[in-house]
């Protein structure tokens, strides 16, 4: 088995198993920052705090201690501008300290501006990549401590540039070999609905025109299927994106891997990959984010999968 398939299938596991054991949290192909720091990290990092958000019941989901033990910068996206915390649901910034005996784990990722950037995907050309906004230094490793969190530090060394046609304050990437690897700010952010992360964010109405789809057995053996859209398609997957885009966005539970029914990627037109998880119950969650989801009448969409 290949080092990426052992990847994509850890990046399945269930989020209980997850917290146990720990877990590699690189995407398809992650073949060049620093496998030499991975392994003298014995391999397998402990995971501290990518699921920074209490799931107890009744709770807020807001560990407010989580999102206050990172980085300079912090954020200003958890409160509005009286100081409340705001309505809907609240990721907190990634605690990278390693107090308590806890390591930050060895996903990619850098600093910029105060925000933590985490790998989301990868896709083939460099066309959307645009101005040049600074050089991660890739000095951040399993013993790195609290004060080496820094301006630009990261577990990846490299440039690093804008989006063309993204908020910068989102999404950022880097170039290797042909191909733009994406990161998301995908922590120390407050939504309420799916309009900010599927329309203000990714940018999804309108813009697509494929779907590439797997089982959760199909992605671990790398045998989707691919639609290309013809008009009367598009009526079922855009009434589905408009769903996504006006429910309101809850906390996902613990467990729900297992019920997964589908991966979907949704094929933008400049390239970028929208990739979602499908649960049973109508839930649907945005891979570059989790802990959150919303909660849809996806019957149409499964039909049409299915079909």
């Not at 033990?69 to 300290?97: C, H, R, Y």
Request: hydrophobic share 40%.
């Amino acid at each position: 088995m290949k080092v990426e398939q052992i990847h994509d299938a850890l990046n399945l596991l269930d989020d209980s198993i997850v917290q146990q054991v720990g877990r590699v949290r690189s995407k398809k192909r992650q073949r060049w920052y620093s496998w030499a720091a991975v392994a003298a990290c014995f391999c397998i990092i402990v995971v501290s705090a990518l699921r920074a958000v209490s799931f107890g019941a009744g709770g807020s989901g807001f560990d407010g201690a989580a999102g206050e033990n990172v980085t300079s910068g912090g954020s200003d996206a958890l409160v509005d501008g009286a100081g409340q915390l705001k309505e809907g649901v609240t990721i907190p910034m990634l605690d990278l300290s390693t107090k308590n005996g806890e390591m930050s784990d060895m996903m990619a990722l850098f600093i910029y501006q105060g925000r933590i950037y985490v790998e989301y995907v990868w896709i083939e050309g460099t066309e959307l990549v645009g101005k040049r906004l600074g050089t991660a230094n890739g000095t951040i490793d399993c013993w790195t401590r609290e004060e080496g969190y820094v301006e630009q530090a990261g577990t990846v060394a490299g440039d690093f540039y804008q989006v063309k046609g993204y908020d910068p304050s989102f999404m950022l990437c880097m170039k290797r070999e042909g191909e733009t690897h994406l990161f998301i700010n995908n922590n120390g952010i407050a939504m309420v609905k799916g309009m900010e992360l599927y329309e203000e964010r990714l940018h999804l109405g309108g813009n697509y025109s494929t779907l590439e789809y797997y089982t959760k057995a199909q992605w671990n053996n790398g045998t989707g299927q691919v639609k290309n859209l013809t008009e009367d398609d598009r009526l079922v997957t855009d009434r589905f994106v408009a769903a996504l885009m006006d429910a309101e966005f809850i906390y996902t539970e613990q467990g729900m891997l297992d019920e997964m029914l589908y991966l979907v990627d949704f094929q933008m037109d400049n390239g970028v990959q929208v990739r979602l998880r499908l649960y049973e119950g109508g839930y649907v969650e945005f891979v570059g984010m989790r802990s959150i989801c919303v909660q849809v009448d996806m019957d149409e969409l499964l039909q049409f999968l299915e079909g």
